[in-house]
């Protein structure tokens, strides 16, 4: 009850940290009445295909003959962002019934490009003071039933897709509703709403906004058309939103009983079942350790196996040491990595208009934990009777992230075959280069060396010469069921979760739920540190004594079904094999390799839980017996 009470109040104060703490802006831009508010245009994403364009990149859209883009982070390259200035006029408090921006030809492969961008649900990006132009839904809110609370979808939708005839019509119109409030003699803009329409409309001048019964503009058919396109602007003073507040909206949710709900079943369960598993396994192991120190009782248990006659081998050294301990290093490295950024995210630093923070978070804070990675792989490399430091630092500091970049470079291709934003620009993939070999390199061989000063763990018991056979193992504790045994009790805590992340990462949803993801990590981390412990108990139990790459795989071995999930996933959300321009083998390819390297930096993390949870373990069980 105790452990109950403790995980209620860390989760409740978790939520409120999330809230106290949230800043949803880095600061304020106020403008004088009639002064201009830039438009910027980002790109174009579908919720059903994983490959973003940026805008220009379209051949039906209107450019400006001169095109201004701001710097950009280097999250915001890697998630796809291509921000460029615009020629849409937007006046400070100056409403605009109709403007033409402009009338181009479409030819045959541009019309027919534009029906499958219809077709396949892509919603176009753009932005305002740093809010994203966001389609208005409204949602049941509170106990009465009847009132609604407006909520913004970011993006609009390109155009509409009628599945009855197979007809695609391009949006040509949008009305731009900008909410602001006064501060002072200025104003600030805190909601950027589009209303897009698509009229049939080739003149060159505004089209019949009144008429209801105004023909669509039908796109997809292989033939040249002309296309006007215009907009409407309408401000309008909103009290109800305070600028501190504007991401509100956006970020608003209706599925915060969903996460609760999850948390508390999810702790409820893991702490019963972690109760009657710590007082079957307290019982067993002070039940054998008492026996093997009473002499009368060393001679009948010498008979039997179990974990008690492994004591001379269970502290030899791992096969392939050379290369669990820069791995080990390496997850230590990630799993500090994600823990800094969920720290950052959950006080408010992590703001959705610093746009391309999360990833720029993650880079950063990985490169400066490479210290931490080369001092864990030192020392256990010594440990373990390493003698070369310097080339185990080497290894911890190219082990992943030459495999990531490496993958990164094939798919990348793939990318630029497609003329996708998703793919890397050169400069990009040369400035990555270089922040590893000026900063995580050093680092990791500082944090190399200084490990390997220390003195090696000191093991409670000494190694035999030679190493015990390992008996036959029963099926439950055979690589495969084991993995999946182990696998399924983390994975149950956080599918729920798991979701909302996926949602996010695929369906450019906003995700700053992080009060919720750093509850469901302490679940999760407690799962795995316990299963871990009991699966190589019964492994230790059963005469096996090699568990050091063991422990590490049951630590991971949830990721096997978030990659699972992931699959699932895709068939069912996302429809990324619908053929077109924006569909087949690339998009295809990209969500299944990215998912795959989500699933290998989660099995990083949890395997490096999953170790020193088991380290510890196994440490403390054969620090308690006596031995001759």
């Known amino acids: 009850m105790r452990g109950l009470a403790f995980v209620a109040a860390v989760s409740a104060c ?122 208005v839904l409204y949602r049941h809110g509170g106990s009465d039933s009847k009132t609604k609370e407006k909520t913004y979808e970011t993006g609009f939708r390109i155009g509409d897709y009628d599945k009855s005839n197979g ?144 004591h001379g081998d269970v502290f030899r050294a791992p096969a392939a040491g050379g290369l669990l301990a820069p791995l080990l290093g390496t997850t230590v490295q990630v799993m500090y990595t994600f823990i800094a950024t969920i720290a950052l995210g959950i006080v408010g630093i992590l703001s959705p208009s610093y746009r391309g923070g999360l990833l720029t978070t993650g880079i950063v804070v990985f490169l400066l934990m490479g210290c931490a990675a080369g001092y864990y792989s030192s020392h256990l490399y010594k440990t373990w009777g390493g003698t070369n430091w310097f080339k185990n630092s080497v290894m911890t500091a190219m082990l992943v992230p030459v495999a990531l970049l490496a993958v990164e470079l094939v798919l990348n291709m793939f ?52 190493p015990r056979p390992v008996p036959p193992q029963p099926t439950f504790l055979r690589p495969v069921p084991s993995i999946l045994l182990a696998g399924a009790l983390p994975f149950a805590v956080i599918f729920i979760e798991l979701f909302f992340v996926l949602k996010s990462i695929w369906q450019d949803a906003f995700y700053y739920e992080y009060g919720f993801t750093i509850i469901v990590g302490l679940i999760l981390s407690l799962t795995v540190c316990e299963t871990t412990i009991i699966m190589v108990w019964l492994s230790l139990n059963s005469g096996q004594h090699k568990w050091w790459w063991r422990a590490f795989t049951y630590g991971a071995s949830s990721s096997v079904y978030i990659f699972a999930y992931s699959v699932v996933f895709y068939f069912t959300r996302l429809r990324a094999g619908m053929p077109g321009v924006a569909g087949g083998f690339v998009p295809t390819l990209t969500f299944f390799v990215h998912s795959l390297l989500i699933s290998a930096a989660y099995a990083l993390c949890t395997g490096s839980m999953g170790f020193f949870a088991a380290y510890f373990f196994v440490r403390r069980i054969y620090r308690m017996v006596k031995l001759s």
């Open 14 to 135: 978790a939520a409120n940290v999330a809230t106290a703490f949230y800043i949803p802006s880095m600061g304020p831009r106020t403008f004088s009445a009639g002064e201009r508010v830039p438009l910027n245009v980002n790109r174009v994403f579908s919720e059903h295909v994983p490959l973003p364009f940026a805008y220009y990149d379209l051949p039906f859209v209107c450019k400006p003959t001169t095109v201004h883009r701001p710097w950009l982070n280097i999250g915001e390259v890697l998630r796809g962002d291509r921000i460029a200035s615009s020629d849409y006029e937007l006046l400070m408090g100056v409403n605009s019934t109709c403007k033409v921006l402009c009338t181009t030809q479409l030819t045959a492969d541009a019309n027919e490009d534009a029906g499958n961008f219809v077709a396949q649900d892509y919603l176009v990006e753009w932005i305002v003071d740093k809010l994203p132009g966001a389609t």
């Open 167 to 310: 007809r695609a019509f391009l949006n040509n119109h949008v009305s731009m509703d900008i909410l602001y409030e006064r501060s002072g003699t200025g104003r600030r803009v805190v909601g950027f709403e589009v209303h897009p329409r698509s009229i049939e409309n080739a003149s060159g001048d505004c089209p019949n906004l009144d008429d209801p019964e105004a023909a669509r503009l039908v796109v997809g058919e292989r033939k040249s058309i002309t296309i006007t396109y215009s907009y409407s602007v309408n401000w309008i003073e909103d009290t109800t939103v305070h600028w501190s507040h504007r991401w509100d909206r956006y970020l608003s949710t209706a599925n915060a009983q969903v996460h609760w709900y999850a948390i508390f079943n999810s702790a409820i369960i893991i702490l019963l079942l972690s109760g009657v598993v710590a007082v079957i396994l307290m019982r067993m192991l002070n039940r054998d350790v008492t026996m093997f120190n009473e002499e009368e009782f060393r001679e009948d248990i010498e008979e039997t196996s179990g974990w008690k006659l492994l």
């Open 415 to 466: 990318l630029w075959y497609r003329a996708s934003s998703a793919a890397m620009p050169l400069s990009t993939i040369l400035l990555l280069f270089a922040l590893w070999l000026l900063i995580e390199l050093p680092l990791t061989l500082l944090g190399g060396w200084l490990g390997f000063r220390r003195p090696p763990y000191s093991e409670p018991v000494r190694t035999n010469a030679i």
